[in-house]
């Protein structure tokens, strides 16, 4: 099976987003285009992902977090995107919240995925705690996993530091891991980061890459990649 690696699409410009699709067209690995708000909010963003040829997989990484009926209906204003494959939620958001979402995205597209966002991997253990939070990541991680899996999300989103213990919990849910660094990077604004072949080996069924993969030469960096993974 391929494995499956997320393609963080963090820039506006639409230039750089044709060399990234352009150059990571391989047959040795699944590809998935992840837009977040930086793009998604930009003059020509939305456009641009809604003429994304369906032959090709899109996340759209809204990260979305408020009360379930505004989750539900910024879902419902997503309903011309027809090419979406998944979607994220914010798990913090609770039971209620992430059950509407998922209710909302079966409405507009049946092959939508809502992945839960647990703890981002810029959050190191103090610095959760200074946000108030008593549980340790792990368990906090753990906690808003199982919520996911019982208000019916297709995945969630976690450090492959976590990834191993929500496995054991969530068997037929996707887990997808950012915080990925190939060897010798930089771990620049992440605190929770792993090699690509170590997530895969905690159990996650894909991985985000975004600066490792998109600065400097692309396919040498997937070339890279894809030793890593052998």
Same mark, same amino acid.
Request: aromatic share 6%; proline share 2%; no cysteine.
């Given at each position: 099976m391929k494995k499956k690696i997320f393609i963080a699409c963090d820039?506006?410009?639409?230039?750089?987003?044709?060399?990234i699709i352009k150059n990571t067209?391989?047959?040795?690995?699944?590809i998935v285009y992840k837009f977040g708000?930086?793009?998604? #909010?930009?003059?020509?963003?939305?456009?641009?992902? *809604?003429?994304?040829n369906k032959n090709k997989k899109v996340w759209l990484d809204l990260k979305l977090l408020d009360i379930p009926n505004t989750v539900s209906a910024a879902i419902y204003s997503l309903s011309d995107l027809r090419n979406i494959n998944y979607l994220t939620i914010h798990a913090s958001g609770g039971f209620?919240?992430? /059950?509407?979402?998922? /209710?909302?995205?079966?409405?507009? #597209?049946? #092959?939508? /995925?809502?992945?839960?966002?647990?703890?981002?991997? *810029?959050? *190191?253990?103090?610095?959760?705690?200074?946000?108030?939070h008593t549980k340790s990541i792990k368990n906090l991680v753990l906690l808003q996993a199982k919520l996911a899996k019982k208000a019916g999300l297709d995945g969630i989103v976690c450090s492959g530091h976590e990834s191993k213990i929500i496995r054991k919990t969530c068997k037929n849910m996707e887990i997808i891991t950012?915080?990925?660094?190939?060897?010798?990077?930089n771990a620049q604004d992440q605190k929770?980061?792993? =090699?690509? =072949?170590?997530?895969?080996?905690n159990g996650a069924t894909g991985i985000v890459i975004g600066r490792s993969l998109t600065r400097g030469n692309i396919q040498k960096n997937i070339e890279k990649l894809i030793q890593?993974? /052998?």
């Open positions: 820039t506006t410009k639409l230039s750089t987003i044709n060399k067209q391989i047959k040795e690995l699944e708000l930086e793009f998604f #909010n930009s003059k020509k963003g939305r456009k641009y992902i *809604s003429k994304i209620e919240m992430m /059950k509407s979402a998922k /209710k909302a995205a079966k409405k507009i #597209n049946k #092959n939508l /995925k809502i992945l839960g966002v647990t703890v981002l991997t *810029s959050f *190191s253990e103090t610095s959760i705690r200074n946000i108030g950012p915080g990925i660094r190939l060897k010798g990077d929770r980061v792993v =090699s690509p =072949s170590q997530s895969f080996r890593e993974l /052998k």
